[in-house]
C-alpha cells in the first residue's frame, strides 16, 4: 500500500484533536492506593501459567474473544481469496471442486459462528460489567468456561482440514447431500459435533449475559438507563437461548442418522429432508440477527460520542432491536422460498420479512439524525460508522428485495444473495468492529490508535469492499448461482468476477493496514488517559487500562449519561463517583433488582479457577472419542465431565447471612 | 405484461449494462408469462432500491456536513437537540407507504407467476440426478412415452407443467428467461409451470448446490413452433434406428448395464437414456458440445472432463473407443 508509515509515528499528529488534555486528568471514579492495593490482592489473577489458564477477569476473558474470533476472521478471509483466485476467470484450475466446496463451507461455519458472534461477545465480555458499574459478570467461571469452549470447538472444527477432509456441505449443510450416502467421509462428522460443541459455548454465554443484565449493575443503573449495547447482546443473548437447540438437535438427529442408522432426514426410512432446512433456519435467522444487533448497539453507543450528543431516540432504538429480534423469529421460511412449500404459506413469511424492514429503517434514521443535530469530530471510529451506516441501508434494502416471494424466485442462490449476506454481515460487523476497536483500543490498553493509518485503512477498507462485493448484485441478477466452483466463458460473468477479486484483495490490505495499526498502537501509541474521547458512560470513569476489580467505589447512577450530566442539564440528579459501596470483604460486588438497580445483595465471587479449562479439556477429549468412534474413551471423558462439574458445584461454606458494609466516604 | 414504451427502455438501459449477451440474466429477454411479470417486478425493486440508496447517501452526506459545520459554529460542546426524533417519524413515515406498496406489487406477481395457467399444457417430469436432468414426456399412450436428459424441448405459446423430484440430492430446476426455482427434493414432488413464446434456446443450471459437480449441472430448453415440436416428438417415440456393427458390439458390452437406447438390448437406467443422442447439441449436462470430438473426450476419460461424475472411466482400445462414439454419433 501506498501509505508511508514512517511518517506516522506517534506522539507526532498521531493524537486526534479529541484527545485534549485528557490524559492529565483523573479518573472520575476514585482508585486511592490504599484501597486500590487491597483490591489488587483481593482480585489479581495468580502469577505464572496457572493464573493464565485460571483467570476469570471479564476483561482477559473479553480480549481473548476479540484476539481469537480476530485470528478465525483472517483465516476465514484467506480461505475467501484462494476461493476469488479460482473465480477471476471462467474455467479456471486453482482448486479441485472438492477443495472449492470444502473452502467455501469452512469460510461460511468459520465467519458466522467463530468469528462473527464470538467478536461480539468479546465486546459484551469486556464491556459490561464496565458500562453497567459492576465488578465482574455474574458467573465468572462459566464466562471462562464459554470461552475456552469457543476456542477448542473452533479447533475441532479445523481437526480435519489438514487432512483435506474438512466439513464440505456449506454452512447449512442441507441434507441428504451431507447424508452418509453421499458423504460417507468425516467431514460431515465434524460439522455435526463441532456445531453441538460450540452451541454448548454460545448457551452458556448467552445465560451469563441475561443473567448480568438482570442483577450486576450499579446502583441506579435502571433498566431505561443501560447503553444500547446492553440492549442488543441481550436480544441477541435470549434469542440464542431458543436457536441454538435447533441447531444442536438438528446436528445430533444427522449425526445418529450417519453413525447409528436413525431416519430423521432418511427418506428411504420415511424420514424429511426438508426437516433439516426447517430447523437449520429456525436457528439460522435469529443468528444472523444475533450477529449484527450487538453490532448495531456498539455504533448507537459510540457514534454519538463522535457527534457530541446522546443517541437521538433512545427508546425507539432499544425497542427497535428487540421487535427485530421478535419478527426475527418469523421469516425462518424466506430462506425456503424455492422449496415448493404451498404459497399462502410463504406469503406470511414474505410480508414478515417485509415488515422486520421497519424497525431497522428506526435505526437508520435515529443514526442520521444524530450526525445531522450533532458536533460531528471526523475521527476514524466516526468514519466507519458512517460507512457502516450506507453499508446497512444497501445490505437492507437488497434484503427488501429478497423478501419478496416472486422475485426471490429469480433471486434466491444467485450471487445477488452472496451480495446481500456481505453487505450485511461484513458491513453491519465488520465495519462497526473495526470502529469500535478504534472507539476502545484506548480503554483496552491505554495507548491509542494512530488516526491518520486509520482514515487510511477506512478508505482502502471502505473502496475494496465495495468493489469487491457491489458488483456480485450485477452478477446475481445475470444469473450466476451461489456455491459454483467454476462458471463457462460464455456466461459473460467473467469481468465482474475479476473486478470481485481486485476488490477483495484491496479489502484484505485494508484488513492488513488495520493490523499494522494495532500492532503500533500497542508498541508506540500515544498514552490515552481515561478518557481520550469524552465519553459519557460508566466504562471512561476509571483508569485506561481498567484496574482488575474495575471500581475501587461502586459508582451510583442517575441517568443514562453520568460522565455528562454537567453539560446536558436535564436533571437535578448527579451520579456520585466518589462515595458508595467499597465493597473489601474478599471478592464482592453488588446485585441490584432487576428493573429499578436497587442495591439488593452483596455477591461473593469466585476466583481463579481451572474447572472451566479442566472441563473443556474433557468435553474435547469426549467429542474426539465420538468422532473416531473410540467408546471406552468417550464414556471416561465423559465420567471426567461430571466429576468436573461436581467440583463445580460443590457448595462454599463461607455464605453468611449479614456482613458489614463499608462505605467509602 | 410490459407496456411496449417501457419495455424498449428497459432494453435500452440493458443493452448498455451489457446483459444482452448474458443467457442466464433475468433482467432481460423474459421469453413466457412465468417470467415476464417478474422481469417488470426485479427492474422496479432495483430501481427503488436504487434510489432509496442515493437517497440515503445524500442524507448522510448532509448530515455529516451540517455536523462539521455545527462543530465550527459552536466549538466541541455536548448538549442534546430537540430536533432529532423529528427524523424518525418522518423517516418511517415515509419508508412505511413505500414498503406496503412494493409488498402489494410482489403479492400481485406471486398470484400471477404461480397460478396455474388455463387451457392443455404439456406435461414433463424432471428428475434431478448427480449431475445431470433426467427428463420423461409423459402420454396417456404407454407407447408414446419417451425420456431424454438434459436438453428439453418444448412447444412455443405452450404452458408446460413441470413434476419434479430427485433421485438423489436435493437440486434446483432453474431457466432464468422462462421461470422461476423450483427445489427438486427427494422423497416428493414439487411442481412449477414454464413457458415460452418464442422460439429459442433458453440457459438454466442447478441452483442448489448438490455437491462436487454442482457448477457444471446445465440444463437447456429449446422452444420449438409447435409444427416442428411435433415433429421431433415423432422422432422421439420412435425406437433407436438399430446399426449392428462393432461399435453396438462395444456398447452392449461396456455401456448398456447403465444407459438404455430403446429398441436394442441396452437397458440400464443408471445413466442417461441416449436412444436419440445424436439430436442433443450437449453432453454431460452442457459440459461439452455434442460433436465427434466431444463424445471421444466424454466416452473416452470423463473423470477428466468432470471430475467426480458418477460415469467411470471405462478402459476401452483405441479402436473401440471410435467404435463406440461414431455409432453413439447415429442415435438420431
Known amino acids: 500500500m501506498a501509505v508511508n508509515l514512517s511518517d506516522d509515528l506517534p506522539m507526532r499528529g498521531a493524537r486526534s484533536d479529541v484527545v485534549a488534555d485528557a490524559v492529565d486528568q483523573p479518573s472520575r471514579s476514585p482508585n486511592p492506593p490504599a484501597i486500590a492495593a487491597r483490591l489488587e490482592s483481593l482480585w489479581g489473577e495468580a502469577p505464572g501459567f496457572k493464573g493464565w489458564l485460571g483467570t476469570v ?126 458423504s460417507p467421509g468425516p467431514n460431515i462428522d465434524v460439522y455435526c459435533l463441532g456445531l453441538i460443541f460450540l452451541g454448548i459455548s454460545t448457551t452458556v454465554g448467552a445465560a451469563n449475559f441475561v443473567v448480568t443484565l438482570l442483577r450486576m449493575r450499579a446502583p441506579g443503573m435502571s433498566i431505561n438507563r443501560v447503553p444500547i449495547i446492553v440492549w442488543g447482546t441481550l436480544t441477541a443473548s435470549v434469542a440464542n437461548l431458543f436457536a441454538v437447540p435447533a441447531l444442536s438437535v438438528a446436528c445430533l438427529m444427522l449425526w445418529l442418522d450417519r453413525n447409528y442408522g436413525t431416519h430423521f432426514f432418511d427418506v428411504a426410512g420415511g424420514g424429511q429432508p426438508l426437516l433439516w432446512q426447517h430447523l437449520f433456519w429456525m436457528f439460522g435467522h435469529p443468528w444472523v440477527y444475533a450477529i449484527v444487533l450487538p453490532a448495531m448497539g456498539l455504533v448507537s453507543d459510540a457514534l454519538p460520542v463522535h457527534c457530541r450528543r446522546p443517541l437521538v431516540g433512545y427508546t425507539p432504538v432499544a425497542m427497535s432491536t428487540v421487535a427485530t429480534m421478535v419478527i426475527g423469529f418469523g421469516v425462518w421460511l424466506h430462506h425456503m422460498f424455492a422449496t415448493g412449500v404451498p404459497v399462502l404459506a410463504l406469503s406470511f413469511f414474505s410480508a414478515a420479512s417485509f415488515i422486520i424492514t421497519i424497525p431497522s429503517a428506526v435505526a437508520v434514521f435515529a443514526w442520521i439524525a444524530t450526525i445531522h443535530t450533532g458536533r460531528v469530530k471526523l475521527t476514524t471510529p466516526f468514519l466507519f460508522f458512517a460507512g457502516f451506516v450506507l453499508l446497512f441501508v444497501i445490505g437492507g434494502v437488497s434484503g427488501v428485495l429478497t423478501a419478496s416471494l416472486a422475485l426471490d424466485w429469480q433471486l434466491t442462490d444467485t450471487y445477488f444473495v452472496v451480495a446481500h449476506l456481505h453487505y450485511v454481515l461484513l458491513g453491519i460487523n465488520v465495519f462497526p468492529v473495526i470502529g469500535a476497536i478504534y472507539h476502545w483500543f484506548p480503554k483496552f490498553t491505554g495507548r491509542m490508535m494512530s488516526e491518520r493509518l486509520g482514515r487510511w485503512t477506512f478508505g482502502v477498507m471502505f473502496v475494496g469492499f465495495n468493489l469487491a462485493f457491489f458488483p456480485m448484485h450485477w452478477l446475481g441478477l445475470a444469473g450466476m448461482p451461489r456455491r459454483v466452483y467454476t462458471y463457462a466463458p460464455q456466461m459473460g460473468w467473467g469481468p465482474a468476477n475479476l473486478v470481485i477479486s481486485i476488490g477483495a484483495f484491496l479489502f484484505a490490505s485494508g484488513i492488513v493496514l488495520f493490523l499494522i495499526n494495532v500492532v503500533q498502537g500497542l508498541r508506540r501509541g500515544a498514552i490515552a488517559g481515561p478518557n481520550p474521547w469524552d465519553g459519557p458512560t460508566l466504562e471512561w470513569s476509571v483508569p485506561s487500562p481498567p484496574p482488575v476489580y474495575n471500581f475501587a467505589v461502586l459508582p451510583q447512577v442517575a441517568s443514562r449519561h453520568p460522565l455528562w450530566e454537567d453539560r446536558l442539564q436535564e436533571s437535578d440528579q448527579r451520579s456520585v463517583f466518589d462515595r458508595g459501596f467499597l465493597l473489601d470483604n474478599g471478592r464482592e460486588t453488588l446485585g441490584v433488582t432487576p428493573l429499578d438497580g436497587e442495591p439488593d445483595v452483596i455477591l461473593k465471587m469466585p476466583g481463579d479457577s481451572l474447572l472451566p479449562v479442566a472441563l473443556t479439556v474433557a468435553l474435547l477429549v469426549f467429542f474426539c472419542a465420538l468422532l473416531v468412534h473410540i467408546n471406552w474413551l468417550s464414556v471416561a471423558s465423559g465420567l471426567a465431565c461430571l466429576a468436573i462439574l461436581a467440583a463445580w458445584f460443590w457448595p462454599t461454606p463461607d455464605t453468611v447471612a449479614t456482613e458489614q458494609v463499608r462505605m467509602y466516604e | 405484461m410490459m407496456k411496449p414504451r417501457l419495455a424498449s427502455v428497459l432494453a435500452a438501459a440493458c443493452g448498455l449494462a451489457g446483459c444482452v449477451d448474458h443467457p442466464m440474466s433475468y433482467l432481460s429477454g423474459a421469453a413466457g408469462p412465468a417470467s415476464a411479470p417478474v422481469q417488470t417486478l426485479a427492474w422496479g425493486f432495483v430501481g427503488i432500491a436504487i434510489g432509496v440508496v442515493v437517497i440515503i447517501a445524500v442524507m448522510i452526506s448532509w448530515a455529516v456536513v451540517s455536523g462539521r459545520r455545527a462543530t465550527r459554529r459552536e466549538g466541541d460542546v455536548v448538549h442534546r437537540d430537540a430536533h432529532g426524533l423529528g427524523w424518525i417519524y418522518w423517516g418511517i413515515g415515509i419508508t412505511v407507504p413505500v414498503l406496503v406498496a412494493m409488498t402489494m406489487w410482489s403479492f400481485a406477481v406471486t398470484r400471477e407467476v404461480s397460478a396455474r395457467p388455463a387451457g392443455p399444457a404439456l406435461q414433463v417430469e424432471v428428475t434431478g440426478h448427480l449431475w445431470w436432468w433426467e427428463l420423461r414426456y409423459p402420454d396417456a399412450t404407454p407407447g408414446n412415452i419417451f425420456s431424454t436428459a438434459n436438453e428439453m424441448v418444448i412447444p412455443t405459446g405452450m404452458p408446460v407443467r413441470l413434476d419434479l423430484t430427485s433421485a438423489d440430492v436435493i437440486h434446483d430446476f432453474w431457466v432464468p428467461k422462462l421461470g422461476p426455482k423450483i427445489d427438486v427434493i427427494p422423497g416428493q414432488q414439487t411442481h412449477a409451470w414454464l413457458q415460452a413464446d418464442r422460439p429459442g434456446t433458453y440457459l438454466g443450471q442447478c ?42 458390439q462395444v456398447f452392449a458390452t461396456a455401456c448398456s448395464s447403465c444407459h438404455t437406447v430403446r429398441g436394442t438390448q441396452a437397458g440400464g437406467i443408471l445413466g442417461p437414456e441416449l436412444t436419440h443422442l445424436a439430436l442433443r447439441s450437449t453432453l454431460a449436462a452442457g459440459a461439452l458440445p455434442n460433436t465427434r470430438q466431444g463424445r471421444l473426450d466424454w466416452v473416452g476419460n470423463p473423470q477428466a472432463v468432470k471430475p467426480g461424475a458418477q460415469m467411470p472411466d471405462i478402459p476401452l482400445s483405441p479402436a473401440d473407443l471410435s467404435a463406440v462414439v461414431d455409432y453413439l454419433g447415429e442415435l438420431r
Open chain 2, 207 to 248: 441452483a442448489e448446490y448438490c455437491g462436487l459437480e454442482h457448477a457444471r449441472m446445465g440444463i437447456r430448453v429449446v422452444a420449438l413452433a409447435p409444427a416442428q415440436f411435433a415433429a421431433w416428438q415423432q422422432a422421439m417415440r420412435a425406437p433407436a434406428v438399430a446399426t449392428a456393427g462393432h461399435g453396438a
Open chain 1, 57 to 182: 477477569d471479564h476483561k482477559t476473558i473479553g480480549l481473548r474473544y476479540i484476539v481469537t474470533a480476530f485470528v478465525f476472521l483472517i483465516v476465514g478471509g484467506l480461505e475467501a481469496l484462494t476461493m476469488r483466485l479460482q473465480l477471476a476467470q471462467p474455467n479456471a484450475h486453482v482448486l479441485t471442486p472438492e477443495q472449492y466446496n470444502q473452502l467455501f463451507s469452512m469460510h461460511g461455519v468459520t465467519m458466522i459462528f467463530l468469528y462473527a458472534l464470538p467478536v461480539l461477545s468479546g465486546f459484551s465480555n469486556y464491556l459490561w460489567p464496565l458500562i453497567l458499574g459492576s465488578r465482574d459478570m455474574a458467573f465468572p467461571r462459566l464466562n471462562a468456561l464459554s470461552y475456552w469452549l469457543f476456542l477448542a470447538a473452533g479447533l475441532f472444527l479445523y481437526v480435519s482440514f489438514p487432512m483435506g477432509a474438512a466439513p464440505d456441505g456449506g454452512w447449512f449443510n442441507y441434507v441428504p447431500r451431507s447424508s452418509q450416502e453421499y
